[in-house]
DNA sequence: ATATAATGTGACTACAAAGTCATGTGACTT
DNA sequence: AAGTCACATGACTTTGTAGTCACATTATAT
């Protein structure tokens, strides 16, 4: 947590610090990230930076917080009755929210990425501990309601198929932004589609009793 | 590539450095590496460093290529007549295949992990662009091959599913490792099985032509 | 106006890193 | 025996880092 004494700041002041922050966070993984370099950019001496933050990696837990609240924003935003749809159709909205999200956020985005690597392993952990389990725990309550509601085929390891489902949230964005336009919105659907046809039915020959 | 002096010296001091490299490369982030304590752990000079690599990220690839080749030869030498086996059989394999590896050489894997991570952006790219479209193209040969011998269902995009087979026999593996004890065989079995099914099936209910 | 508290400062310390270079050593050649 | 060549060395330079501290400035309260 950032010390008082930052909290007690001008909002125009804090603002600054932390898109310097964001600014630094986004360009180079955290082992290469300098304070030197964020404090010239916010224009506050060392000094300063010492009263606000007690070190770097106080300084990213938070920047990290608020990227992530954002992200949970945009997602309750994106998906207010998410209640009402079918496990389908909610896994859909999902997949184009996380792709909709980098779109407009991309430095919090580069972030995040960062975060996956194992530029440091325990903060990883520090930080992950929390998020991971997180998503994996979403998509298990997720899972256990669609199997209840008969959407979703009950032999399925629900412990492994919300990690596959975690998993691919994150890897399915980067696999978008590899290789498409990020702005051909019928291209995402596209995508989405093509990807849901394949969780939904597998990709062995044969009829399929779901037709997408 | 290592400066030729490397290659002169003997086989036991080659493999004194090599180790010595793993040993860092395996505990360390990139970025976090050092070589001085390489030199230290070797006992050679620093001097002497210089006149086998030119820097860091030279003895860095060097090393990188050596895991990958141990792990190519790994999985020849486990699927050898591959050709024969049907599709998913062959990716039961192949799945069990990269769970034993990373147990039998848990150093390179290690070193694979850290690679994934984004410690050095652009030299990660520079070493990705090889092996992950490599990967992809595996994946896609078969798939076509599968689809082609009416094994696998000719309505998915191939790209996209040899992607998601690229990221899986990626986090499978890692899921593997969180969550079981990894000297249990019949527990990979079963994991690959259950991994299997889904990939074969999808996760919608309903009967499935395919039973496992 | 004065006193007190809060905030701001940047030179400085301590440290570790990569990479260089002049010099040393030992084996092999002529 | 003299000379050559490949390899070995570690002190040194340069550069960047995080974090500290004595002091300066500004805001707030009395």
Partial sequence: MPKQTFFNLKEAKKERIIEAAVDEFAAHPYLKTSINRIIERADISKGSFYQYFSNKKDLYKYVIDQASDAKMKFLAQKLQDYQKLEFFELLRE????????????????????????????????????????????????????????????????????????????????????????????????DYADKMLYIMKNGIAKGDKNVIN
Avoid: W
Wanted: proline residues 4%.
């Fill in 94 to 189: 999902l997949f184009i929210a996380g792709i909709e999200f980098k779109r407009e956020y991309p430095l919090f985005s580069q972030i995040g990425d960062y975060l996956l690597d194992g530029s440091n392993e325990s903060l990883k952990e520090e930080i992950y501990a929390d998020s991971r389990p997180k998503s994996n725990q979403f998509f298990e309550e997720l899972l256990e309601e669609a199997v209840m509601k008969e959407e979703v085929d009950p032999n399925i390891d629900i412990k492994l198929t919300a990690f596959m489902l975690t998993d691919f949230s994150i890897s399915i964005v980067s696999y978008f932004f590899e290789n498409h336009n990020p702005e051909n919105v019928d291209q995402i659907m």
